[in-house]
């Protein structure tokens, strides 16, 4: 039986109504805020409005409060939540990734707190904007290094550490802490907590300085005795082994795919606008006759047209699964590191093709590229989904290979 690629009418009006978003109001203000570092984009709060109203009515929601969470399923094929979140992160990157992190209540946090957060706190928690803090300055990939504590105290977790590279840390209303219960139990005992931005013994340190994705906040927060109710830990407390950690990690499985998404939203930006110039430049681009056939430049620019198709399918793959319920953690790391790689090596070599066009200012090209690097490396690098898949195919634990 052939394989159906032609998306589901559910599934286009989605892609339409955030293609409008980013086309009308992200991309025209997309250098604006990557040469305003740590400024907040307010033209978001707008756009902030039209995709809570759209999540209400079911019909757009990247990560809200039940963006990644299982619906029931009658067994049939599904294209629900995961899928729609990859659309749209995909045409909202193609307006501009930065503006996309930017926006309120719509961030890789809310996806951490559907995907493992219980029912019960969904609903006490109720809307809100969550930053995701796990990478400490002792350690990058490695998540099960983690070293900030919560210590239970009577009723409430008393958490101590620092977290680096908080996206959003310091604009979102809520910090979602990945913290270790007890360091001597290992990974089962690392969890999930949520706690208020605006919290004692929560400061932001500092905001960075980046090579791209500008328009989005990166913050450096350090934890110091902040006391929350134990209710804010997310999902299951006990120490299991073989599940804690894993339930904490599965939280990626849902999130790779939509950062895949943007990688592949920012490339086909890049295609879009290198295909104009080439064709302004006399470039013939033909899909009649075979690529040697063709001038060197037509021939790289199908090249590439190639690979984002690749990174595509694979991340609307992965979405898919999760949407079904099929395990899709080696899927989602083959998204992941595939379409990582295919972002970088498209925005790059765009910008060696046009010359000066893409080095200066004169069109986004040069921005594209800066952003893209970013995508090959948070949600775990390149050489961490590699490592993943490889795991995934050999059957072989994280400490069995490493």
């Known amino acids: 039986m052939a394989i159906n690629l032609e998306l589901p009418g559910k599934m286009r009006a989605v892609?339409?109504?955030?293609?409008?978003?980013?086309?009308?109001?992200?991309?025209?203000?997309?250098?604006?805020?990557?040469?305003?570092?740590?400024?907040?984009?307010?033209?978001?709060?707008?756009?902030a409005e039209l995709f809570a109203g759209a999540s209400e009515s079911n019909t757009l929601d990247m990560a809200g409060a039940n963006g990644l969470r299982s619906s029931e399923s009658n067994g049939e094929n599904r294209n629900a939540a995961n899928m729609?979140?990859?659309?749209?992160?995909?045409?909202?990157?193609?307006?501009?990734?930065?503006?996309?992190?930017?926006?309120?209540?719509?961030?890789l946090g809310n996806a951490a707190v559907s995907a493992v957060a219980t029912d019960e706190q969904l609903e006490r928690l109720g809307r809100v904007w969550a930053a995701m803090a796990i990478t400490e300055p002792g350690f990058g990939s490695d998540?099960?290094?983690?070293?900030?504590?919560?210590?239970?105290?009577?009723?409430?977790?008393?958490?101590?550490?620092?977290?680096?590279?908080?996206?959003?840390?310091?604009?979102?209303?809520?910090?979602?802490?990945?913290?270790?219960?007890?360091?001597?139990?290992?990974?089962?005992a690392i969890k999930?907590?949520?706690?208020?931005?605006?919290?004692?013994?929560?400061?932001?340190?500092?905001?960075?300085n980046k090579l791209g994705i500008k328009g989005s906040d990166t913050a450096a927060i350090r934890f110091e005795n902040a006391r929350i109710p134990k209710e804010n830990l997310l999902g299951n407390p006990d120490i299991e082994p073989g599940k804690g950690f894993a339930g904490v990690m599965e939280t990626?499985?849902?999130?790779?795919?939509?950062?895949?998404?943007?990688?592949?939203?920012?490339a086909r930006a890049t295609l879009e606008e290198l295909r104009k110039i080439l064709t302004n430049a006399g470039v013939e681009i033909s899909y009649d006759k075979p690529a040697l056939a063709q001038s060197a430049a037509a021939a790289e620019f199908l090249r590439m047209e190639?690979?984002?198709?690749?990174?595509?399918?694979?991340?609307?793959?992965?979405?898919?699964?999760?949407?079904?319920?099929?395990?899709?953690?080696?899927?989602?790391?083959?998204?992941?590191?595939?379409?990582?790689?295919?972002?970088?090596?498209?925005?790059l070599k765009a910008v060696e093709m046009v010359g000066t066009i893409g080095y200066s200012e004169e069109t986004l090209l040069e921005k594209w590229a800066r952003d893209s690097?970013?995508?090959d490396i948070f949600e775990g690098t390149q050489q961490i989904q590699q490592l993943v898949v490889a795991r995934r195919l050999l059957g072989l634990s994280s400490s069995e290979l490493k």
Do not use: C
């Open 306 to 347: 190639a690979e984002w198709e690749s990174a595509y399918q694979l991340t609307l793959r992965a979405a898919w699964q999760a949407d079904n319920n099929i395990p899709n953690s080696k899927e989602a790391s083959m998204s992941k590191a595939k379409a990582g790689r295919v972002g970088s090596d498209i925005t």
């Open 143 to 188: 998540s099960a290094a983690v070293s900030t504590t919560a210590k239970l105290d009577g009723d409430e977790y008393v958490i101590n550490g620092e977290k680096i590279y908080v996206t959003a840390g310091s604009r979102a209303t809520h910090i979602v802490v990945w913290a270790t219960l007890d360091k001597s139990k290992g990974r089962p």
């Open 15 to 47: 892609v339409e109504k955030a293609h409008q978003g980013a086309a009308e109001m992200m991309r025209p203000i997309a250098r604006k805020y990557d040469l305003k570092e740590h400024a907040y984009p307010v033209e978001l709060d707008t756009l």
């Open 252 to 266: 990626f499985d849902n999130t790779r795919p939509v950062v895949a998404a943007m990688a592949v939203g920012i």
């Open 84 to 107: 729609a979140a990859a659309l749209q992160a995909l045409e909202a990157s193609w307006g501009d990734a930065a503006m996309l992190l930017s926006i309120p209540f719509q961030g």
């Open 192 to 208: 999930s907590f949520i706690v208020p931005r605006e919290h004692p013994g929560v400061t932001v340190e500092r905001l960075e």
């Open 373 to 375: 690097k970013i995508m």
